[in-house]
């Protein structure tokens, strides 16, 4: 059932107000709301309203909105208030129970791997070892330690076995035709968008409109566009309010702005409490080993040492995802995201719930490299490339390797891209799948990472501006479609799945 609009306002306000109030912003609210009571413009009769001016002017009122507006994109709208809380995570039961296999499936990989290699999943490291992190914080990529024991937890490819094997209970014995008609991989009912709602969602990609990156247009001088682009991106910083930085992004962000931009549309500010929380972060790396070290470990030597763009980064990627293994405020996302953080049991205790610990929710293969990396080209600073990251993380690539009904889950963006090329390029869709070489097979894994490590990083910043810009992935399987668009005439040419590769 929906809400009516008023008491379902009423909820949204109630839970951003629970939310900010446990927030730095809030004390600091307060702090100058009393410092201004010693200033000569703050009248005791029109105490509230002088006190509201003074925010407002003092730009106190723009951050507070900016934390709103960010709360509003991140957590979901909220459910029925006799909806059960599962409900939030996900509303259908055969994704939750989807999700909670898969979630065992890994933790069993895990758990057999420290078994085999008898390591445990965590431990406390000696103190010498403890000071020789510590010395080489900086420098990590030169060691070489041996890691031919350690496979990768799971490989895109398994992941996409379990998505195609999804059915909906409800419509296995009542045939329904016209899903029927669905002759891709994923086999599950869910609501995608066709090309005129896709058209009004994205309607600021239309032809018409300047795109920074496409300065080929032969109505404007490009550079006219561009400067003017520029001019009004400097002024949306300077505004500095989240909602426009978001609306401006959609046509692409200037290269000198965008490290600005993204973090005013994630409300990232690296204050001094942010810096001091990284450096916790980095305490818990050089006092505690755990398993899942090893696998980011091989992970960035098999991915990043190897990518001629990407190298140059790899002791801000090891320094930042062993943080972000150990970040325990990741946990909170876990209350809109069908996922369930993954518990191991302290030895001998299994089963026993006080013994239970949430171990790393962030055992991923290296998709999560690659999600890094590019962020290395804006960000310089550990601390605040730190924040970005986990950011970016916890509102959109979470969802790439989560099962969900979400609108920009990966199973809705495989969905997408099946259906665009079903419908629009019947003829390639169907001479691919008759040569056994599904189109899925192949665009799968550039969704999974968003792209990352298959475009210049040049270009994946462009599309990384629309996932921002959108507070959506479905671009994704937009431009997975449009690659085999781009590529149709020579893919009718192919005979097997290696040739459409």
Known sequence: AMLDPDSGLSLTIARIVQRLKGSSLHSQLERQARVSLHRPEIKLESLKEDIKDFLKTSGWEKKLQNAVYSELNVFPSPCHPAAPPEHMKEPLAYMRKAQGSWEKRILKSLNSMCTELSIPLA???????????????????????DLSLFRPVYAPKDFLEVLM??????????????????LGLIQVPLKVKDIPELKEDFSELGLNIGQLGIDDSAQVPPEFFENEHVRVGQKVLAEQ???????????GCPTALRADLWALILNISNQPEDVLYYEQLKSN?????????????????????????????????????LCFSRDTSVLEHFTYSSATPPKSYI??????????????????????????????????????????????????????????????????????????????????????????????????????RAFSGYLATDQLLLLWDRILGYN??????????????????????????????
């Open 123 to 145: 431990q406390k490291r000696p103190v010498s070892e403890q000071k020789e992190l510590l010395n080489k914080w900086n420098e990590m990529g030169t060691d070489e330690p």
């Open 165 to 182: 094997n999804l059915r909906n209970p409800n419509y296995e014995n009542g045939e329904q035709p016209s899903f029927r008609s669905h």
């Open 241 to 251: 309010d989240s909602a426009a930085a978001q609306q401006y992004v959609r046509q």
């Open 285 to 321: 790396v050089i006092q505690h080993d755990l398993l899942v070290d090893s696998l980011i470990y091989k992970d960035v030597k098999l991915t990043a040492s190897n990518d001629d763009y990407y190298f140059v980064f790899e002791d801000y990627l090891y320094q930042v995802l």
């Open 347 to 448: 030895r001998g205790k299994l089963g026993m719930e006080e013994y239970a610990v949430f171990y790393p929710p962030n055992v991923n293969y290296n998709s999560f490299i690659l999600s890094v990396a590019p962020l290395c080209f804006l960000y310089h600073e550990p601390s605040k490339l730190y924040q970005i990251f986990r950011e970016m993380y916890v509102r959109f690539f979470f969802r790439l390797h989560s099962i969900s009904s979400h609108p920009s889950g990966i199973v809705s963006l495989c969905l997408l891209f099946e259906t665009l090329l079903q419908t629009h390029l019947p003829q390639l869709f169907y001479h691919l799948r008759e040569i056994g070489a599904q189109p899925l097979r192949i665009s799968f894994k550039w969704m999974v």
């Open 472 to 501: 959506s992935l479905e671009i994704l399987a937009v431009l997975a479609a449009a690659v085999f668009a781009f590529r149709a005439v020579n893919l009718m040419e192919v005979t097997s799945l290696a040739a459409a590769e």
